[in-house]
């Protein structure tokens, strides 16, 4: 279909989670207390990296880098999601739309590309632990994260420019409840191959990095692990990486069910609560796995409550 055939939708509008007053009632507080936890455990983990010297090391610079990603992606979902579980008009504009699903885009993408890199440290600091600060130096670090991020945002560029060229021109109301592109695509009357191909390439590359990187860093881990002597120094070693490898198990595996299922299977409310669990769930969760299985931390939340109690 041509452009200019095309109607305006200055507007879309969401239909949510659920029209039952008792579940909505139910999510909210739900919803409510695990984006406060996912707000208060992000900001404390930046914060606390900030603040204590013992933290200035790669793995907590990259880690500060994991706790923004999720505080930004959950944030530009979260509060809408929350606010519009009791509002009459579930409306947002369309630049908002389209704002909501690039900042989500870029981040989501940012974190997935952000493991890879964590376990690339790891890899470095248990293989060679002496030159470990030489070789993620903070110029390494530095640049790391911005292909990180460059990859991030050119990938949510030409995904936000595509799906808000599609015509509109029948029904403007998303079965979601944020701009996702699958849903987008169900309600255009344009062609949307090119769409569904460019998000196969592009994300498929970002995924086949991400997770070759991944087990290519684990595969020199553990052999870097079997040359240590000492039963106790190979757990040691390891016991450093299980944070990471649940972090990735969780995003990774929820990523691919959402993305990379078959379209025949594809359910809608299905897409929802995987939604749910990846863009406010997962943020919260992150925090939490590493601050609860980590010597370092704990001994800086510590010195923070001694210090300020």
Known sequence: MERENCSSVTEFIFLGLT????????LFTMFLLVYLINLLANLGMITLIRMDPQLHTPMYFFLSHLSFCDLCYSTAIGPKMLVDLFAKNKSIRSYGCALQFLVFCFFVDSECLLLAVMAYDRYKAISSPL??????????RSLLMAGVYLVGMIDGLINTTLAFHLCFCGSNEINHFFCDVPPLLLISCSDTQVNELVIFMIFGFIELSSISGVLVSYCYIILSVLKIH????????????TSHLTAVAIFQGTLLFMYFRPSSSYSLDEDKMASLFYTLVIPMLNPLIYSLRNKDVKQALEKLKNKWF
């Open 230 to 241: 000492s039963a106790e120094g190979r757990f040691k070693a390891f016991s450093t990486c």
């Open 131 to 140: 030159l470990y600060a030489v070789s993620v130096s903070s110029r390494v």
């Open 19 to 26: 029209d039952n007053a008792e579940n909505k009632v139910i």
